[in-house]
């Protein structure tokens, strides 16, 4: 059975860092597209980023190019999300999804599996 579990949420001041982590458990995502949503209380989930396949192409939301990074550790079948210069409106839950393709996909019924959330607030 596939599992994400997300980690590394919390409270930060704006401007600060905050680093994500997703581990995958009870398959190999290294040829498969994972990425990043978002999504805050009556809203929908929102595209933040996505890893095309381990050495593939990277894609950021325009919200967060240039601040936010992706990178993953194939031995370690875990995806990273590296925030800087958080904002107020970045506070979210954050999830980490992957899919069976390799391609990455802004739309969320793209993707087969989902982690947990994990929330990430970011105020002063």
């Known amino acids: 059975q596939v599992h994400l579990v997300e980690s590394g949420g919390g409270l930060v001041q704006p401007g600060g860092s905050l680093t994500l982590s997703c581990a995958a458990s009870?398959?190999?995502?290294?040829?498969?597209?994972m990425a990043w949503f978002r999504q805050v209380p009556g809203k929908g989930r929102q595209f933040v980023g996505g890893?095309?396949?381990?050495?593939?192409?990277?894609y950021y939301a325009d919200s967060v190019k240039g601040r936010f990074a992706i990178s993953r550790d194939v031995p370690k079948n875990t995806l990273y999300l590296q925030m800087n210069s958080l904002k107020p409106e970045d506070t979210a839950v954050y999830y980490c999804?992957?899919?069976?393709?390799?391609?990455?996909?802004?739309?969320?019924?793209?993707?087969?599996?989902w982690g947990q959330g994990t929330q990430v607030t970011v105020s002063s």
């Open positions: 999804a992957a899919r069976n393709g390799r391609v990455v996909h802004s739309d969320t019924n793209r993707y087969d599996y």
């Open positions: 890893n095309q396949w381990s050495g593939g192409s990277t």
């Open positions: 009870g398959r190999d995502f290294g040829n498969n597209a």
